[in-house]
């Protein structure tokens, strides 16, 4: 059956840094571009991060840019997003999502499994 499953979330004050990771199961992970999503209550969900099924091809919303890293371990079935400089706007509950093309994207529509989703607060 496949599986994502997000972990590290928090409670973090501005500046600070997380990394999140997503694990992946049941399916054959190296095939699949994986995207980071986030949604704040009241908000749409948005596209945060992508990361192409090689891990060479990588996009961002341009908010996170300079300050959010996406990378993948094939080996592992696991990407990550280590989340530096931290500001309360990037409070949301992010997702993960598999999409079955090779190639990322920031549209939410082209994924087709999806994460529990793990909450990330920034807050003083």
């Known amino acids: 059956q496949l599986q994502l499953v997000e972990s590290g979330g928090g409670l973090v004050q501005p500046g600070g840094s997380l990394r999140l990771s997503c694990a992946a199961s049941?399916?054959?992970?190296?095939?699949?571009?994986i995207g980071w999503f986030r949604q704040a209550p009241g908000k749409e969900r948005e596209g945060v991060s992508c990361?192409?099924?090689?891990?060479?091809?990588?996009d961002y919303v341009d908010s996170v840019k300079g300050r959010f890293t996406i990378s993948r371990d094939n080996l592992k079935n696991t990407v990550y997003l280590q989340m530096n400089s931290l500001k309360p706007e990037d409070t949301a509950v992010y997702y993960c999502?598999?999409?079955?093309?090779?190639?990322?994207?920031?549209?939410?529509?082209?994924?087709?499994?999806w994460g529990q989703g793990t909450q990330v607060t920034v807050s003083s």
């Open positions: 990361i192409s099924s090689s891990g060479r091809s990588t």
């Open positions: 049941g399916f054959t992970f190296g095939y699949y571009a």
């Open positions: 999502a598999a999409s079955q093309r090779s190639w990322g994207s920031l549209t939410a529509h082209e994924y087709n499994y």
